[in-house]
């Protein structure tokens, strides 16, 4: 079976500076997805970015962007210029290919952003 | 497009009490997801269905929850009895049956159930 774990539970960072989540996964697929979600307060939610396994180039969108490194199964998410209303529980996920698959999470990341 | 949408947002009942969350996907999203997310476990899934069929269900911890999709635009996912560790937030996702953006589920707000 696929897991995915993310070994910070907490992070923080100053207003405007950059920071990295990490994430591992594991699986014995060659294809697949992984997607970075975003839970603020709200509870919310959000996709962040996704990746394809399949793809090289890293994913990008606008401050976010993401260090997938396929050998290592490790898929980084990196948050640059940090803003307040970047605070939120970020998760790690991958799904198989193939059609929809359910998403199996990590178990979340704490992202403190300090003013 | 308004998005997922799931009611209600928060549910208070008693133990032994029947519940139903109700979840409206996507216009045009052909599967749909319910997952539960609690401390202790994260943020498992419960059932899924494509064109309203269930796909996977193994998910479901036990016979007093059952989830139905008599159509399109419309699910439910019921406990009953409910017992005070169904304790959780339930999430509805939807996913579009298109090439390019099939593994992408988009999320609901969720409801926030408790059981005393």
């Known amino acids: 079976a696929q897991t995915v774990t993310q070994s910070q539970p907490e992070m923080s960072v100053q207003e405007a500076e950059t920071v990295t989540l990490s994430c591992t996964y594991d699986?014995?697929?060659?294809?697949?997805?992984l997607f970075w979600y975003k839970q603020p307060p709200s509870r919310q939610m959000i996709l962040v970015i996704r990746q394809e396994a399949y793809k090289q180039q890293n994913a990008t969108e606008n401050r976010f962007s993401v260090n997938f490194q396929k050998a290592a199964k490790s898929f980084s998410l990196k948050i640059s210029d940090s803003q307040l209303g970047d605070a939120a529980m970020y998760f790690c996920a991958y799904s198989r290919p193939q059609g929809a698959q359910k998403l199996v999470f990590g178990q979340g990341t704490r992202l403190t952003i300090n003013p | 497009d308004a998005g997922v949408i799931q009611s209600p947002r928060h549910e208070v009942t008693e133990m032994g009490q029947e519940v139903t969350l109700r979840c409206k996907p996507i216009s045009g999203h052909d599967y749909l997801f319910w997952y539960r997310q609690t401390m202790m476990r994260g943020l498992e899934l419960l059932i899924y269905f494509n064109n309203n069929v269930p796909i996977d269900d193994s998910g479901m911890p036990e016979d007093r929850f059952s989830a139905k999709m008599p159509n399109a635009s419309f699910s439910t996912l019921k406990i009953q009895p409910s017992e005070p560790r169904d304790s959780a937030v339930y999430f509805c996702?939807?996913?579009?049956?298109?090439?390019?953006?099939?593994?992408?589920?988009?999320f609901g707000p969720g409801t926030r159930l408790l059981v005393l």
């Open positions: 996702a939807s996913s579009p049956d298109v090439t390019t953006d099939q593994e992408t589920q988009y």
């Open positions: 699986t014995s697929e060659s294809d697949y997805y």
